[in-house]
C-alpha cells in the first residue's frame, strides 16, 4: 500500500558491550567517509534522476519496529527512522533542484525489504535494519543510526534468564532478521535442541509468545523494549539474556551510486553538527512517543561517540 505526503515534520535498556565499541566507532567512520562526488555534467545518478522525474521519493516503510518505523493511532508511518529519511529527502531536493518532493510511503516487511530497494520498488528504507557485510553485498547503508543486539523476550513468570536456559524449547523470530541466524548459530554452539519457529514480522512474532506458541521471542533488544511498552506489557513480559548478536542499524537505499551516497551521508553529517541529531534521538527514545508510550531509553556511549565522529567529518 502507498500512501504519499507533501513534505511536512521538521522537526530500562542497557548498554552494548564495551568490547564492541571499537566496532560501533569503525563502522561510523567507514560509512560516514565522504563520497566520491560526482563529476559536473555527468547528470543525476539514476536514482535522483528518477526522483526528478516523478517529484517524489519513494520510501519503504515498517509497521511494526517502534520506535523507528511504525503506525500511529491514525495508521501513519512515524518513527525515528522516518525523520531521518525526512532529512535525507530534504538533501535530495537540494541535489536535484526540487524542494517540493512528496513522500510515497510504501510498506515493506523483514524479509522484502532489501529485493524492494534492489528492484527499484523503493528509494530508501526506513526501518530497524542492520548494517552488514552479507547485506553490504546488495544494498548500501547510511551511517550508523543505532547500535542494537539480539536477546530474548520471555513471560514475566518464565525461569528461563539465559539462552542456555532455553535448551530443547520453542524461540519464534521474525522472517528475514539477522537475530534469525544468530539464534541458529547458538543453538548449534550450544547444542541447544532449539525449535526455532518463524513469524511474518515482529508483530506476529510477539502474538505467538502472548499465545503461548513460543517459551521465547527473539529479536533486538530495542525492538523488544518497543514491543512491551506498545502493548502495555511491562507485567507480563521481560527482556533478559546477554547479547546474542551485535547489530549496527543504517538507512538503506541502492548500492552503485556515489551521488546518492554523498546526499545520505551530507544529510547525516549536516544532524551532527546542527546538533539535531541527539535530540531526534531523545524525541523517539526518551520521551513519550505520539502513541503514548514512553521506552526512555538513554543514548548509549557507542552511539554518542558514533554521532560525533560524524560531525568530525565535516
Known sequence: MHRARSRPLRAEAQTLPACLLAACLLSA????????????????????????????????????????????????????????????????????DDTGLKIDYVKVTSDDRIPAVVDKKIDLECGSTTANAERGKQVAFSPLMFVAGTKLMVPKASSVTQVGDLKGKTVVVTKGTTNEQAMHNVDAKQSLGLNIVVAGDHEQSYQMLVDGKADAFATDDILLYGLIARHKSQDKFRVTGDYLSYDPYGIMYRKGEPQMKDVVER????????????????????????????????????????????????
Open 29 to 96: 567512520c567507514l560509512l560516514a567517509a565522504p563520497a566520491v562526488a560526482q563529476p559536473a555534467g555527468e547528470g543525476l545518478s539514476p536514482t535522483l534522476a528518477n526522483i526528478k522525474a516523478t517529484h517524489s521519493v519513494r520510501v519503504g516503510y515498517r509497521e511494526s519496529s517502534p520506535p523507528f518505523s511504525f503506525l500511529d493511532h491514525s495508521n501513519r508511518p512515524i518513527g525515528y527512522s522516518l525523520e531521518l529519511c525526512d532529512a535525507i529527502v530534504d538533501e535530495i531536493g537540494a541535489e536535484v
Open 267 to 314: 544529510a547525516f553529517r549536516k544532524l551532527a553538527s546542527n546538533r539535531d541529531i541527539v535530540p531526534l534521538y531523545n524525541k523517539w527514545f526518551v520521551s513519550r512517543l505520539p502513541t503514548g508510550e514512553k521506552l526512555n531509553v538513554a543514548i548509549s556511549p557507542q552511539l554518542e561517540e558514533a554521532f560525533k565522529v560524524l560531525d568530525e567529518n565535516q
